[in-house]
């Protein structure tokens, strides 16, 4: 079946790194676009970043563009998210998502949650 | 990006309908059938209830039904359970080729 899990969460002070990893399985993962999704505590979903089926197309929300990359190793079934220049804004549990239909994440992670304080 | 409009509560008793509003705008709700719903329980991951405006995924109650008209999808849950109590969110594509999701909304069954 299919499954994503999470790693790579943890306490982390402003303005440093941090990389997530999403290890896929079940599904042909170099066949599917993936994303990262966050939710602040008590707050609704955010998208944060989509990346192809080949690691050739990326695109970000404008509230992380220029701090965070996404990128993929498809010999591995593994999405990454590195997040530099972290602020305390971007404290969220972190849902890698599998693109269904090019607008749909129809399978989800369990979550990573990246707290960002001093 | 502006997330799209939801209501932040809506309630209904067991066996009634209630139906859930996300407005956006011609660049994202009104501008394509990416439409898609879901839902969230407390601690859990999110999800799929409906996607590309009206298409229910396998194993999801047909219950459960999606529709868009001009910039506002609405997402119909009729004979309501105690089990739909939940958050529900919605999420379009947009023109800038990101996505967006609504402000969510909580269902209460009373």
């Known amino acids: 079946q299919v499954q994503l899990v999470e790693s790579g969460g943890g306490v982390v002070q402003p303005g440093r790194s941090l990389r997530l990893s999403c290890a896929a399985s079940?599904?042909?993962?170099?066949?599917?676009?993936m994303h990262w999704v966050r939710q602040a505590p008590g707050t609704g979903l955010e998208w944060v970043a989509v990346?192809?089926?080949?690691?050739?197309?990326?695109y970000y929300a404008d509230s992380v563009k220029g701090r965070f990359t996404i990128s993929r190793d498809n010999s591995k079934s593994t999405v990454y998210l590195q997040m530099n220049s972290l602020r305390a804004e971007d404290t969220a549990v972190y849902y890698c998502?599998?693109?269904?239909?090019?607008?749909?994440?129809?399978?989800w992670g369990q979550g990573t949650l990246v707290t960002v304080s001093s | 990006q502006s997330a799209l409009t939801q209501p932040a509560s809506v309630s209904g008793s067991p066996g009634q309908s209630i139906t859930i509003s996300c407005t956006g705008t011609?660049?994202?709700?009104?501008?394509?059938?990416?439409v898609s719903w879901y839902q969230q329980h407390p601690g859990k991951a999110p999800k799929l209830m409906i996607y590309?405006?009206?298409n229910r995924p396998s194993g999801v109650s047909n219950r459960f039904s999606g529709s868009k008209s001009g910039n506002t999808a609405s997402l119909t849950i009729s004979g309501l359970q105690a089990e739909d109590e939940a958050d529900y969110y919605c999420?379009?594509?947009?023109?800038?080729?990101?996505?967006?999701f609504g402000t969510g909304t909580k269902v209460t069954v009373l």
């Open positions: 999420s379009s594509y947009t023109s800038s080729s990101t996505y967006v």
């Open positions: 079940g599904f042909t993962f170099s066949s599917y676009s």
């Open positions: 590309d405006v009206t």
């Open positions: 998502a599998r693109d269904l239909t090019g607008s749909t994440w129809d399978y």
């Open positions: 990346i192809s089926d080949d690691g050739g197309n990326k």
């Open positions: 011609s660049s994202d709700v009104g501008g394509y059938n990416f």
